[in-house]
């Protein structure tokens, strides 16, 4: 694999932090093929929820000596920084999780806590990028025609440290083009979900029954990464480089449908993270009633603070808005029998890694839910 001086400089830091995270990518690089590193505009990071991580992450997260060298931002954690006593969080975990928060600060990671940090700094078209957070990697390789891997954790971290990744997989132009057509109707979320499973790794070239929103896709893109393991998709007139390439002429088709499993006590929405655009859709369709079970709708600080009049219509109507966190990284979510999402993402993994039941029902149902007692 072809280096640079400066690469190779780095490669042989008396940093141990810098020396490792580069034979991490360089190791990388050399298991698919990659002929060079490319630098990146920025890097996200996953990989914070002290539920996740647990005591060895946080340990190690700790013993880093370095900066990152390119703007980076950083996955939900596991509760909403100001409002963790209200969700229940036990000291312990909020003392551990604020350690894992701490050290990423140290490295000089910045503390969005969001799995939408497109919403903070839009990347632009033919950007490289270095992110880990699936819905994240789909979302910028087919809204906005930034290329990215999907990282894990930890390389996404190390291309944090030195500000470039192996050049191969979406980085590469040609390995970007659609390898199946799939026709999608029904609910976007719900048949993202359906679609992931079965195409598993492909890159679709989706035919939407209309024109869908954004938030539509931004969920459809959540679901497909979570069942399957797509990196992105291509759409006519919808993603930046859906006319660039051949039309694959095996079809497969789906239709998303609710499927609503348990009387919920806790109606969870935001996952992805809610743009402005949802909370001011979620406001209307309240109708200005008030919510009769637990409505939770998990965004990002910045989005929530942009909106901040739309946040403080939603929580006068009892709806409780948080930032920082998630129902599926969040332990808050455990003390709840049967928690209905609107999220393909959420569906796929709550009943993994909570211990609650998970329904299924469009946003606008969700919405009716909680204004049934
Ligand atoms: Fe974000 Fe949590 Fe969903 S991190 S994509 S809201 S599982």
């Known amino acids: 694999m072809y280096l640079t001086k400066e690469e190779e400089r780095l490669l042989e830091s008396e940093n141990e932090t810098i020396a490792t995270a580069m034979k991490l990518l360089v190791t990388v690089g050399k298991m698919f093929d990659a002929e060079r590193l490319v630098k990146v505009k920025s890097a996200h990071v996953s990989g914070v ?19 990152v060298s390119v703007p980076t931002t950083l996955n939900p954690a596991g509760f909403d920084v100001k409002r963790w006593r209200e969700m229940g969080i036990g000291e312990e975990f909020y003392e551990k999780q604020m350690r894992i928060i701490k050290a990423f600060e140290r490295l000089g990671v910045k503390i969005t806590l969001t799995c939408t940090p497109y919403y903070i700094h839009k990347p632009a078209f033919g950007d490289h990028l270095a992110w880990a957070e699936s819905s994240a990697v789909v979302y910028a390789n087919s809204l906005i025609g930034a290329r990215t891997n999907r990282e894990a954790a930890i390389t996404a971290l190390a291309a944090a440290i030195v500000g470039r990744t192996p050049f191969f997989g979406l980085h590469v132009k040609e390995n970007r083009a659609p ?14 979900y359906e679609a992931g499973k079965l ?9 939407f029954d ?6 539509e ?11 399957g393991s797509v ?20 079809s497969v088709e789906v239709e998303g449908r609710g499927a609503l499993d348990c009387d919920p006590d806790l109606i969870a929405v935001g ?20 919510v009769k ?20 219509k939603l929580e006068s109507l009892g709806v409780k808005v948080f930032s920082d966190t998630c129902m599926v990284v969040s332990p808050a979510t455990d003390t709840f029998e049967c928690v209905v999402v609107n999220s393909g993402k959420a569906l796929h993994y709550v009943p993994e890694r909570r211990r609650c039941e998970v329904g299924f029902a469009d946003i606008f149902t969700c919405v009716k839910l909680a204004r049934t007692p």
């Open 49 to 67: 929820s002290y539920d996740n991580i647990g005591d060895a992450g946080l340990e190690w997260l700790e013993s880093l000596n370095a900066k």
């Open 179 to 192: 390898t199946v057509r799939l026709k999608v109707s029904g609910d976007l979320a719900a048949a993202g």
């Open 199 to 207: 195409i598993g790794g492909e890159i679709p070239y989706v035919i």
């Open 210 to 215: 209309r024109k869908p929103s954004e938030w």
């Open 217 to 227: 896709l931004k969920l459809f893109g959540a679901a497909l990464a979570a069942t």
């Open 231 to 250: 990196p992105m998709f291509h759409s006519p007139g919808i993603t930046p480089e859906a006319e660039e390439f051949e039309v694959p002429s095996e």
């Open 271 to 290: 996952c992805p993270h809610a743009s402005e655009e949802e909370l001011k859709m979620i406001y209307e369709l309240l109708k200005g009633e008030k």
């Open 293 to 312: 079970r637990e409505f939770w709708v998990f965004t990002s600080r910045s989005v929530a603070s942009k909106a901040a009049q739309v946040v403080e």
